[in-house]
């Protein structure tokens, strides 16, 4: 296929109606024409053999529906980081800034780094250096060496003294055997002394070294930092009102302050830097995995993923400015169902597509309907969350110390919950155990990752309930709490393999997240005694 130009054209467009906001890339479905353009993206990628294995190690590629100034729509195309070892590519957006063809300055800096490199490790290998360091060991040994030797002999010369004292009254004696022992503790004392010299001697000569090599680093992390800012400088991003900053400015004001390694390299902050330097007007975005899953993260061959947080958060926050986005609509007439109700708490069950606790949005939720339903309560709280696109029951306290008590019980594991999950795929085993450990993965917030190094335990139990047209429906039983652990559990290779149906972050977008709480139960704040509720699920 001809894929030189970048600018590509979209034929055969009529009847596919377009949006007429601009799609928020952090949470969205992508347009049909964004799917037709990928297509043509990954025919084109598969002409190209010598890119296969890098593709099939995992790579993200973006696709940005634009408007030209002839009215025509087309789309432009572009690759996270670089591609067969460049960043130029035909038919792809350029970088922002061409880190692989970088100006003078740089190499310059990149040289004096790299002599500097040379430097310690040159002192590192030296064998003047290994010499000190040996003769500073051995030094050290030999005095406690002698050291020990010189205990032993002062501990047999003064049970020999004990034992004469034991026989003679002779105070002539007596006194010469004190000054005997005087004479041998100043001696000992002379010992040590002769020996924490030699032993300090060669230290000061092995840290002399040490310094250098410490030095040295302390001036190649400085230059490193330097020029690493200097070349967060060189990326010039624009946004929809023709302003401009580098990422320096961007990320100054957020909590890291500093912009991460690989900021701007991402295929969304590209596509949008070609568009406006190009007087191209953006549609509609969207940005898909080509290959394995990174170890740790759900990754799907040929699926639709959000931007992520951590890198371009920041940047497509301010380059989406002077663009209407499109915004998630949380429809307010949502309403959970009352399933029990004593004064103690209430327990409901939360419909999909709404949030479980305002937080700062203020935005409609089961904990705002539960203060204006049980408004005579002492103190509405929500005692537990789901994720705002899982349905089923949720506990509401009516008092802070029944909220206190179902904390507690939460928290000592003392509550039993039961989801139901409509998975993507055929699970063979009828029952089982997922346990995986789960960590933020802060540069695709608010994903989770599994990571066997600082990762909490996590632990589900499972039960196939049904197997349907290529789903399975299966009853999950989560051991511990984390966040997004059973979605997380489903979809994750080493756990079922199977997303959640619906599952925008570990799997494909879909009408609805199909995961429900099914079932809780715990022991009542104020009886005492152990209650059971239920929620049905349609799905």
């Known amino acids: ?35 037709r353009a990928a297509g043509e993206v990954c025919a084109y990628l598969g002409e190209h053999p010598e890119w296969s294995a890098e593709i099939a190690e995992g790579k993200m590629f973006g696709v940005l529906v634009v408007r030209n100034g002839a009215d025509k729509v087309g789309y432009l195309a572009a690759f996270s980081g670089n591609l067969g070892g460049k960043n130029l590519h035909s038919g792809f957006v350029p970088p922002v800034y061409d880190m692989l063809q970088p100006g003078e300055h740089f190499r310059q800096g990149e040289a004096e780094i790299s002599a500097i490199n040379r430097k310690i490790e040159a002192l590192e290998q030296s064998e003047e250096f290994a010499g000190k360091r040996q003769r500073l060991a051995e030094c050290r040994s030999e005095a406690e060496r002698a050291i020990v030797q010189a205990k032993l002999a002062l501990r047999e010369q003064k049970a020999r003294r004990d034992a004469e004292r034991a ?3 002779d105070p002539v004696r007596l ?8 004479s041998q503790k100043a001696e000992f004392a002379r010992l040590k002394k002769r020996w924490s010299e030699a032993v300090e001697l060669c230290r000061q000569e092995v840290e002399a070294f040490q310094n250098e090599i410490e030095q040295l680093r302390a ?51 590209k596509l949008l830097q070609y568009a406006y330097l190009n007087d191209l007007h953006p549609i509609a975005m969207a940005e898909f995995w080509q290959g394995r899953s990174p170890r740790g993260e759900v990754r799907r061959h ?25 915004e998630r609509v949380v429809k307010a007439e949502l309403e959970p169902t009352l399933i029990y109700e004593d004064e103690a708490l209430a327990v409901v069950s939360k419909p999909e597509g709404m949030l479980s606790v305002e937080g700062r949005s203020e935005k409609w939720s089961v904990e705002r309907w539960a203060r204006r339903r049980f408004a005579d309560a002492e103190r509405v709280m929500v005692a537990h969350r789901l994720d705002m696109a899982t349905s089923g029951v949720i506990v509401i306290a009516k008092s802070l110390e029944v909220y206190r008590t179902l904390q507690g019980e939460f928290n000592a594991c003392r509550v039993e919950k039961r989801y139901v999950a409509l998975l993507e795929g055929i699970v063979t085993s009828d029952e089982g155990r997922v346990e995986l450990p789960l960590a933020t993965d802060y540069e695709h917030r608010p994903c989770q990752k599994v990571d066997f190094e600082s990762g909490k335990r996590s632990v589900t139990q499972y039960r196939v309930l049904e197997r349907r047209e290529g789903r399975t429906l299966v009853e999950f039983r989560p051991l511990t709490g984390r966040t997004h652990q059973l979605r997380l559990h489903a979809a994750h290779p080493e756990g079922l393999a199977a ?27 104020t009886t005492g005694r152990r209650v059971a509720f239920e929620a049905p699920c349609d799905f």
Request: aromatic share 10%; hydrophobic share 35%.
């Open 302 to 326: 040929g699926n639709f993923y959000p931007s992520c947080q951590g890198k371009c958060g920041p940047i497509l926050g301010f380059m989406l400015q002077g663009l209407e986005l499109e």
């Open 219 to 269: 001036e190649r992390k400085s230059r490193s930092e330097r020029l690493q800012m200097w070349l967060f400088a060189q990326f010039g991003m624009r946004n929809a009102r023709g302003e401009q900053r580098d990422l320096c400015e961007i990320f100054a004001p957020t909590p890291q302050r500093i912009p991460p390694a690989g900021a701007g390299e991402c295929a969304a902050p």
């Open 499 to 525: 997303p959640i149906v619906g599952d925008a972050l570990y799997g494909v977008r879909d009408v609805r997240l199909c995961l429900h709480a099914a079932y809780i139960a715990f022991t009542h704040p």
């Open 175 to 182: 006194e010469a055997l004190v000054r005997e022992s005087q």
């Open 167 to 169: 026989q003679t009254t």
């Open 1 to 35: 296929m001809a894929f030189s130009e970048i600018f590509h054209k979209l034929e055969s467009i009529e009847g596919v109606p377009l949006p007429e906001r601009m799609n928020n890339p952090f949470d969205y479905e992508p347009h049909p024409l964004c799917c």
